[in-house]
């Protein structure tokens, strides 16, 4: 089946607390990104990979880190997270980054640092 | 002012009504416009995309466009339990493909 698997679900950490978020596709999709989710925010983008090797910042990249050693695989890692990094994540992929191109999403995985 | 506005609801309808959900923009380079569902616990799927003016009709639903008024709208006929969701809008921009997303809108419909 295709899709996009995030790891873990939940997570409840505590301020400072080094932390990954895996993210792997199986659709062999060139484009991944990760978002959050905050309530009347909607979903804003936080960092993209075009290819392997290839990222860049989105809206709001600060405090976040991301990787993609390999096509399938983009997690998210957060240094040293803090409170206001509580949020609803989201990690996606396309085919390419273009407009005909369909994100499909993840699950999520619904962080809380305290 | 933000990019894309939507109203967050929360909406609650009777099982068989239409539903109206909108979005309004203000950047004239959005070219393609999304709607994307989300259940609760769930990612947002993919639902409807249009490129042009006009409405696009799937079945039960159907996305209007109208970039005159920088205006989206998505309906839903004979609404479903189903059917209850967040709803997001999204567009691309033309010029350099960056995707915005509105904030959702919570619809619920009642059986």
């Known amino acids: 089946e295709a899709q996009v698997t995030q790891n873990p679900r939940y997570l409840i950490t505590v301020t400072g607390k080094k932390l990954t978020v895996t993210c792997s596709q199986n659709?062999?999709?060139?484009?991944m990104s990760w978002y959050r989710q905050d309530p009347g925010l909607g979903l804003r983008q936080i960092y993209y990979?075009?290819?392997?090797?290839?990222?860049d910042k989105g809206d709001v990249p600060e405090g976040y880190k991301v990787s993609r050693k390999e096509k399938r695989n983009f997690p998210l890692i957060l240094e040293s997270p803090s409170p206001n990094q509580t949020s609803l994540y989201f990690c996606?992929?396309?085919?390419?980054?273009?407009?005909?191109?369909?994100?499909?999403f993840g699950n999520g995985t619904r962080l809380t640092v305290t | 002012q933000k990019e894309v506005e939507q109203d967050p609801g929360p909406l609650s309808v009777p099982e068989g009504a239409i539903v109206s959900l909108n979005c309004t923009y203000s950047?004239?380079?959005?070219?393609?416009f999304m709607w994307y569902r989300q259940y609760s616990r769930k990612g947002p799927e993919l639902l409807m995309y249009?490129?042009?003016?006009g409405n696009k009709e799937d079945g039960r639903f159907t996305a209007q466009v109208d970039k005159s008024s920088k205006y989206i709208s998505l309906f839903i006929r004979d609404s479903q339990p189903s059917d209850s969701a967040t709803y997001l809008c999204?567009?691309?921009?033309?010029?350099?493909?960056?995707?915005?997303f509105g904030a959702g809108t919570r619809l619920t419909v009642k059986p």
């Open positions: 996606a992929s396309s085919l390419r980054q273009q407009y005909n191109s369909p994100l499909h």
């Open positions: 659709m062999n999709h060139e484009y």
């Open positions: 990979s075009m290819n392997v090797e290839v990222t």
């Open positions: 950047n004239s380079a959005f070219q393609y």
């Open positions: 249009t490129y042009s003016s």
């Open positions: 999204a567009m691309r921009n033309y010029n350099n493909n960056d995707m915005r």
